[in-house]
């Protein structure tokens, strides 16, 4: 019976890049080879699914967005199992295998399916697989592939043990049970989160490459490009190729322009003058942090402060010349590229990306589409070896790619922010072609920018506030370099202003010689709002660039209160940081007189290389340690007053630090132990009243 009827499970994915889906589809590909069929939902179609009566297997694909959120169109399905009245054992029935994807950049790695994997498990749910959790830092393949091959195994114990399970019922009933001829099963299901193939890439007659290894090790210096001993001698477990995909024509002929908005469909795109651009801070302070004033007032964009937008940026323009003549391509640069998949392909599921528009041309392409300044993975490092004529460079890209070469593929590469360009220049041997470019970059993502401005106070504007984000030179990049969307969008506003004076500080009224135009769409936030009553204490807690959102919730409040004199407005805290007086303080202006006017009732600023005052008085270097100078009012406003706590900013560092000072502060101040205090801080968060707007 088992052995010829195709075993069902439930395949749910939730996605906001494609990734969950893509992943998805794959397993859905490989049930069919595996005897198994998969029905295929996306979490945002909740009413095609039904966990509550679920009997066959689950199994999950996850992502993760944001800062640690499950993605935008999860968000109806985790709202609904996160339901505090659902009795624990509500999923008790369900067995399910879940495999969480995340970027180990981030403070909260995996969180999407972290989330919703705690919360199945407190409902009685319970694995039949243990959780995946791959990083897209490093490879998501690293782990998503040894995942869906173990899956397989898992599914096959999960449905023994089912049919075992029928079996002695009815055994013990005394039925007749028929054939059920399932395949055997290996004892020890052993979940490998990688897995190599192993080659000796030393084969001891290939002598020249031999020869070429020795003599890398001699004297060297351990960088991008040398090895030292023990790796330069050792044998490698390296991964296994990639099978191409894609083929890739480039017509003579020349292409036509293609609208930016097609490059996100899914999207209302926009594209909006900058009004203006001030420099927030002084020309000698450590970071350049800018403000854009965007004019639209001829969209329908209509946004609350607290929402975030995208800006569609393109790769550097020198950069993109330079990959194009590293591929050898210079004279092809404005041709048409023509994408088809390649009939003998292994790789399943193989499809053209959906994000590069069909005719556009070269130049386009790696332009608008491809992140070529994303970290360069280990299947991509372990595809461009094929295209390596070099021995040396062969062997050291073998290496990096290597699980033995794993620390200097951390410290060469992640660590330094490698891309592609600086790999071709490092290795000039390798010529990949564009197809391997294509089939392992991933899309050229927009970046995201926190409204710093209220609609209510200002109709017709919107102002983004950001640092401009610079990269030291290293090993294996000899010039320094700016962040892509940060980089592009100074220089933008620089080569647009009108004279010497409005270069410099770009704050002039009429600055531009012609407006530039940037193509942005909203991302509204659900959460990261100012609580609908008003009467509510906020706190605030937004160092440097972080502030900026609460410039829009304080405008925002201040229009508020003058319309809405009948109101009550509860206290209003801002503890803001930067480094100094003179050269870091943003809206220091405007922020004096939200305090005159009454809108910011408890304004605390702090400095971080300010020499010590002459006075005995403690002075807090950092936002954290500020909050605990005012930890009474802080417990008392988020236990006794219903208040909320807002963070903005660094999510590597302050966002951390001051999760720590809070959960110090209530220990000290409930006399509580650190767990119990970790355990209301996630109350809060559940309730919606510890809300964190924060990236890096
Ligand atoms: P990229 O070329 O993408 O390089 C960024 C990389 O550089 C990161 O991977 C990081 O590892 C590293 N890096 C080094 N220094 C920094 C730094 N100071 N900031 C970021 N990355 C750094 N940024 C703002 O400045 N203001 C905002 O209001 C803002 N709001 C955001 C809201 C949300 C919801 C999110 C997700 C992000 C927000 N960001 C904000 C971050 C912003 O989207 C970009 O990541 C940032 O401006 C860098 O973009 P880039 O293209 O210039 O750098």
């Known amino acids: 019976m088992c052995g010829t009827l195709k075993r069902r499970f439930l395949l749910l994915y939730g996605t906001q890049q494609g990734q969950s889906k893509a992943i998805a589809e794959e397993i859905c590909q490989q049930a069919e080879e595996h005897g198994f069929v998969a029905d295929v939902f996306s979490l945002k179609d909740i009413n095609q699914f039904n966990l509550e009566s679920e009997k066959d297997p689950v199994v999950i694909v996850m992502s993760t967005t944001g800062t640690g959120d499950p993605p935008d169109a999860s968000l109806k399905f985790v709202k609904k199992i996160r339901n505090k009245e659902l009795p624990d054992d509500y999923f008790a029935h369900l067995r399910y295998g879940l495999l969480a994807l995340g970027d180990s950049e981030y403070t909260y790695f995996c969180n999407g399916g972290k989330i919703v994997d705690r919360r199945l498990q407190e409902l009685g749910g319970r694995h039949f697989y243990d959780t995946g959790y791959a990083d897209d830092c490093v490879g998501l393949e690293l782990v998503v592939e040894p995942w869906i091959k173990d899956l397989w195994v898992a599914l096959e114990r999960e449905f023994l043990s089912r049919a075992e399970n029928k079996t002695t019922i009815e055994e013990l009933k005394d039925v007749t049970s028929g054939d059920h001829n399932i395949p055997e099963v290996p004892g020890n299901l052993d979940i490998h989160l990688q897995t190599f193939s192993l080659e000796s890439e030393l084969a001891p007659n290939n002598t020249s490459l031999n020869k070429a290894v020795s003599d890398a090790c001699k004297e060297v ?11 330069c001698h050792c044998s490698l477990n390296i991964p296994a190729l990639p099978s191409p995909y894609l083929h890739v024509l ?21 594209s909006v003058p900058i009004r203006q651009a001030k420099r927030l801070t002084t020309e000698d302070a450590v970071k350049t942090t800018l403000m854009l004033e965007l004019d639209i007032s001829n969209t329908t964009i209509d946004f609350q402060p607290g929402d975030s937008f995208c800006i569609v940026c393109p790769n550097p323009c020198d950069e993109v010349t330079d990959l194009i003549a590293k591929l050898g391509l210079s004279d092809k640069q404005h041709c048409q590229v023509c994408l088809t998949v390649k009939s003998d392909t292994k790789k399943r599921g193989a499809a053209k990306p959906n994000y590069i528009p069909e005719k556009c041309s070269l130049q386009y392409l790696l332009t608008w589409c491809l992140e070529i300044r994303a ?25 990096l790619c290597s699980k033995q070469g794993n620390s200097d593929y951390n410290c060469f590469i992640r660590d330094h922010a490698i891309s592609v360009l600086d790999l071709l220049n490092a290795f000039p041997s390798c010529r990949p072609p564009l197809s391997l470019l294509i089939e392992h970059l991933p899309r050229l993502q927009p970046r995201t920018y926190s409204a710093a401005s209220s609609n209510l106070c200002h109709p017709g504007k919107l102002c983004f506030v950001f640092n401009v984000v610079n990269f030291e030179p290293c090993s294996g990049r000899t010039l320094p370099r700016t962040g892509v969307c940060t980089g592009w969008l100074a220089e933008l506003v620089r080569g647009n202003a009108k004279d010497s004076e409005a270069k410099a500080v770009m704050d002039s009224k009429d600055m531009f010689a012609a407006e530039p135009q940037i193509s942005i769409f909203i991302r ?42 009948e109101c009550i407005f509860g206290n209003t805290w801002l503890f803001f940081g930067c480094r100094s007086h003179d050269k870091d303080y943003l809206f220091r202006d405007e922020l004096r007189s939200f305090v005159e006017n009454g809108t910011l009732t408890h304004f605390k600023v702090c400095f971080s290389r300010e020499a010590p005052c002459t006075t005995n008085e403690y002075m807090p270097k950092y936002v954290q340690e500020y909050l605990k100078m005012y930890s009474q009012d802080v417990v008392r406003i988020l236990t006794k007053e219903n208040g909320y706590f807002y963070v903005c900013g660094d999510a590597k560092h302050m966002a951390k630090d001051v999760n ?37």
């Open 221 to 231: 210096e351990l960088s991008l490009v040398h090895s030292v001993p023990p790796l």
């Open 250 to 270: 480039i017509l003579d002929s020349e292409a036509k322009d293609i609208d930016l908005s097609l490059l996100h469909p899914e999207e209302k795109m926009f």
């Open 375 to 399: 970290l360069p993975k280990k299947a991509f490092l372990r595809a461009m070896v094929e295209s390596t004529s070099d021995a040396a460079e062969k062997r050291r890209l073998l290496e």
């Open 524 to 565: 509204p936030s659900t959460l990261f709002r100012l609580p609908l009553d008003s009467a509510v204490p906020i706190i605030m807690v937004g160092p440097g660039t972080g502030i900026a959102p609460f410039i829009g919730f304080l405008q925002h409040r201040e229009m508020q209160r003058q319309q809405k004199k």
């Open 660 to 696: 720590s000072a809070l959960a110090d502060i209530l220990c000290a101040e409930l006399c509580v132990d650190k767990l119990e205090s970790m355990k209301i801080l996630a109350s809060l968060k559940d309730e919606n009243r510890y809300l964190q707007d924060i990236w890096g």
